[in-house]
């Protein structure tokens, strides 16, 4: 019998973390992508490689997106998608960090169903499925209570506390940062921070995984607006994101502009 997804998922993300601790410490041929779009190394190649070969082998009729990968629309005929970031953080990578991670989901009918984020240096494993809860390390997870802004830990970048994103003063919540935005999300499904927002278009690659995760441990998960994220677009971008348990996502958007 076939794995789940979520088997799949795990079992492939795990074998990724095993080939991109093994350049750490040796040649990376870093590359600079096209329009300013950030660096690429060997090992993000190296991984992506491989996560398309045996994902694409294990689902033959599923549609790939990667951020590594030349997008191809035929994506946008299938009904479930394999939506992957082969390093997200690579900066973090680069500069010899931990807080980076592999973030594969798949995604069906526009929805994430299973997902997985892992960290190999800090052997951090993220797991959900649609139903059926988030779990760290295999242990379930949820999000915290706190429900005003001025009370919250937050993760976001330093100028998402701009007056321009803001209709009120802005909140008085105590700022955090991690390079990975699968980690962010992650971070806020394990409870450990109450909230994570970013108001610039991002990446399906970056936030399918993460996404789902944090759905399942009880939080709601919109675009800026309060949309529901969708994923598969044909741009594969999304409104930003904002994630936090429902009471204080709401107090949010009320205060965002």
């Given at each position: 019998?076939?794995?789940?997804?979520?088997t799949?998922?795990?079992?492939?993300?795990?074998?990724?973390?095993?080939?991109?601790?093994?350049?750490?410490?040796?040649?990376?041929?870093?590359?600079?992508?096209?329009?300013?779009?950030?660096?690429?190394?060997?090992?993000?190649?190296?991984?992506?490689?491989?996560?398309?070969?045996?994902?694409?082998?294990?689902?033959?009729?599923?549609?790939?997106?990667?951020?590594?990968?030349?997008?191809?629309d035929?994506?946008?005929?299938?009904?479930?998608?394999?939506?992957?970031?082969?390093?997200?953080?690579?900066?973090?990578?680069?500069?010899?960090?931990?807080?980076?991670?592999?973030?594969?989901?798949?995604?069906?009918?526009?929805?994430?169903?299973?997902?997985?984020?892992?960290?190999p240096?800090?052997?951090?494993?993220?797991?959900?499925?649609?139903?059926?809860g988030?779990?760290?390390?295999?242990?379930?997870?949820?999000?915290?209570?706190?429900?005003?802004?001025?009370?919250?830990?937050?993760?976001?970048?330093?100028?998402?506390?701009?007056?321009?994103?803001?209709?009120?003063?802005?909140?008085?919540?105590?700022?955090?940062?991690?390079?990975?935005?699968?980690?962010?999300?992650?971070?806020?499904?394990?409870?450990?921070?109450?909230?994570?927002?970013?108001?610039?278009?991002?990446?399906?690659?970056?936030?399918?995984?993460?996404?789902?995760?944090?759905?399942?441990?009880?939080?709601?998960?919109t675009?800026?607006?309060?949309?529901?994220?969708?994923?598969?677009?044909?741009?594969?971008?999304?409104?930003?994101?904002?994630?936090?348990?429902?009471?204080?996502?709401?107090?949010?958007?009320?205060?965002?502009?």
């Amino acid at each position: 019998m076939p794995a789940s997804d979520l088997t799949l998922l795990t079992e492939i993300a795990l074998r990724a973390g095993e080939i991109a601790r093994s350049f750490v410490g040796n040649e990376l041929s870093i590359q600079q992508k096209p329009d300013d779009a950030g660096p690429v190394t060997a090992a993000d190649l190296a991984v992506n490689t491989m996560l398309e070969d045996r994902l694409r082998e294990a689902r033959p009729d599923y549609g790939w997106l990667s951020e590594e990968s030349t997008d191809d629309d035929t994506r946008q005929g299938k009904e479930r998608v394999f939506v992957v970031d082969p390093i997200d953080g690579t900066r973090a990578f680069i500069e010899g960090g931990k807080t980076w991670s592999h973030a594969l989901a798949v995604v069906e009918n526009g929805e994430p169903v299973a997902a997985v984020v892992y960290l190999p240096m800090m052997d951090k494993v993220y797991t959900a499925t649609r139903g059926q809860g988030a779990r760290l390390n295999g242990l379930p997870i949820g999000v915290s209570a706190t429900k005003q802004p001025d009370e919250a830990n937050v993760l976001a970048v330093k100028h998402s506390a701009d007056p321009q994103f803001w209709t009120h003063p802005v909140p008085n919540f105590k700022r955090h940062h991690r390079p990975s935005l699968a980690y962010r999300l992650s971070l806020v499904a394990q409870g450990r921070y109450d909230a994570m927002f970013t108001f610039r278009r991002s990446w399906e690659w970056d936030i399918a995984a993460g996404a789902l995760i944090l759905a399942e441990a009880g939080a709601r998960v919109t675009d800026r607006r309060g949309s529901p994220l969708r994923f598969n677009n044909p741009v594969p971008q999304t409104d930003g994101v904002v994630g936090a348990n429902p009471k204080l996502h709401a107090a949010l958007l009320d205060r965002m502009a």
